[in-house]
Each structure stands twice: as C-alpha cells, then as structure tokens.
C-alpha cells in the first residue's frame, strides 16, 4: 500500500507543469489529489468544503497570495505545506513554523515533504 493511501491533499498551484508534476508525484504516493486549483476563490471554498487531510499551497497564486486558504486550514488542524519561490523570512511570522519547499524543488524533495507532513493522517478534516 502507498505510504500515504487515500489521503486527499489539496494542491493549488497556478503554473499548469508544476501543477500536474506535484499531482502525480502525490498521486505515486497514494494521495487522492483536490484539485490542482490556479484561483484563489476556488482554493478557499475548497478550504472550507472539503474533507482534507493536508494541502500543497503555492505562496503567489496569481499575484494574490494563499494565506486566507492557509488560515482556513490552519483552524481545521489540516496540515500545510507552502511552495514558494520567497525566502521563509518573506513569509508572515504566523505561517513562518509551516514547512515549505523552495522553488524549484525536486520529485525527492516534494515526497519527503509529503511524507512529513502528511503521513499518519486519516480520515479527512471535515468542513468546518
């Protein structure tokens, strides 16, 4: 069995082949993959609606950033993996303690992050 089977991570990432490399990688993983979304509205009603179990979120998705979706997921205890191009100290102080992946990263070093933070959860975060 995939070491992270049926946990649905959501993915939003605006730049179509980063999009679709982090879904299949998450896919080989066993992920059952929200998305990947480019909108800012989209991620965020997602936040809020669906059942998750960790989220990738692109800091800059359009020129706006992902830190309400962030918040949003925050409250539901689903854990958050940022990737950016920013240094960490770029990030607010309130999201500066979430892993993050720095652009551009490697298929090893997205399944470690994956694995880190995702593995051992189970049965989705339900709508808040």
């Known amino acids: 069995m995939p ?12 730049e179509v082949f980063i999009a679709l490399e982090i879904e299949e990688r998450l896919r080989r993983l066993g992920c059952a993959v929200v998305g990947p979304v480019g ?12 059942a998750l ?3 990738l979120l692109d800091v800059n998705v359009k020129g706006g950033f992902v830190y309400p979706v962030a918040a949003e997921l925050r409250t539901r205890a689903v854990p958050v993996v940022f990737s950016t ?12 303690d979430l892993p993050f992946l720095r652009k551009p990263f490697g298929a090893g070093q997205l399944e470690a ?16």
């Open 85 to 96: 191009g920013y240094a960490p100290e770029a990030l607010p102080a309130a999201f500066r």
């Open 113 to 128: 992050a994956a694995l880190a933070a995702f593995a051992g959860r189970r049965g989705g975060a339900g709508p808040g």
């Open 53 to 55: 179990d960790g989220a």
């Open 3 to 14: 070491p992270l089977a049926d946990l649905r991570v959501l993915v939003v990432e605006d």
């Open 39 to 50: 909108r800012l509205e989209r991620a965020l009603e997602l936040a809020r609606g669906e």
